[in-house]
């Protein structure tokens, strides 16, 4: 099938490649000039396990183009994928100019039946802003060209995309038209010929489906991070607690583990979100607001870890940083709760020595040349001369490392622990101090 895919970001590369890679004619379209560039020599914007081979490859089959023509883009699918950015406007509620934009451009160039994919974490209402902007611009032409709207949400994780999009949980798809239901059953059937995972539904609730599940996620997470906190008040292990719960079927092992709070380009944004819309439709949302508020303040609980330990005077201090994205196998550090611990050390006088297996051109590009930081080749590298070690991700790497040259290279030998990496014995055997989260006592 032709299938046309507005927006080059995250959501719609890996779209636009996975789509390809089965065979489909996919043409991705961005008004960056030098993203397209880019990306027609086979650079790969992002990183994302897998993504690059793909694109590689289907661009050379051919099955995989690049354009910064609107009209082109709008002349090559029936689909018209908008996967364009949803950023969060001052209020949290999502700004939706990029996907209104994409939608004017599709009315003013389509000559043939679409069917108009919002694919971006839109809210509940956007497919019918869309419907009303393509129409509009229609009428504008005076044409009376028969188009779909539907909404099909992404369910992709950062690092596991490809695989996600490849054998997807579910395929949610909101529309009332039969038309369009049939078209999106041909393009998705590659994903879903051993069993159906298709569900189909009305476009508001398709909307809301996206939300929700991102929402009852982070509800999760916060809710593990509350009882973390209890724990360390109350002299109890969270991670016993989190495998006693895990246990029950009904709550499951998915999403409990307890750290220094959630991250990325989705939870925050879509918990904000979708409080936002509850409170413009007349309804305070008190869970989703504590959800929120219990994220913000475990973002800062490291920070105040380390900073107790030195008695509140950081001036002078080297921290060494392992861990910098929102969480491991990306370079994406939106939200990360890394980005709040080096803000709040910075602020205390405190120097960071930090490391990342990917993030390090991301946060050399988002805080630059700066005295109190410095960017280290290898995690041995961040620990030298350093008072004391803060891990914020759970990448592979740092699962194994050797305590007994942690606790020789640091001044002090302490370890504060933002994801629970390691059994608190190990490291006492070898004379470090841990902290962690919501580990019993004096945490
Ligand atoms: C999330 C969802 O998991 C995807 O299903 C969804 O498609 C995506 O948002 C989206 O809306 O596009 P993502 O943001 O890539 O995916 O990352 P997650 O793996 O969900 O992790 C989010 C944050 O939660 C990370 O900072 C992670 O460290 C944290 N987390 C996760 C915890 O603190 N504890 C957990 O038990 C799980």
Redesign the pocket.
Known sequence: MKISIFGTG??GLVTGACLADTGHDVLCMDVDQGKIERLRNGQIPIYEPGLEPIVKHNAEAGRLKFTTDTAEAVAHGVLQFIAVGTPPDEDGSADLQYVLAVAKAIGQHMEDYKVVVDKS?VPVGTADKVRDVVRAQLDHRGLELEFDVVSN?????????VN?FMKPDRIIVGTNSDRAEEVLREVYYPFNRSHDRMIFMDIRSAELT?YA??AM??T??SF??EVSNLAERLGADVEAVRRGIGSDPRIGY??????????????P??VQALARTAYDCGYESKLLNAVEAVNYAQKHVLFDKVSHYFQDDLANKTVALWGLS???N?D?MR???ARTLMESLWAAGAKVQAFDPEAMEETQRIYGDRDDLQLCGTKEQALRGADVLVIC??WKEFRSPDFAAIARALKEPVVFDG?NMYEPQMLDRHGLLYYAIGRGRNQ
């Open positions: 995250y959501v974490t949400p992404e369910f992709l994780k950062e690092g596991a995309a996600d996206k599940a991102n996620l982070a999760k997470i593990m991070n998915h999403f409990i583990y307890p750290g220094c709070g959630y991250g990325g380009s989705c939870f944004k879509d929102f969480k491991p990306t994406d939200e990360a709760p991700t759970e994801r």
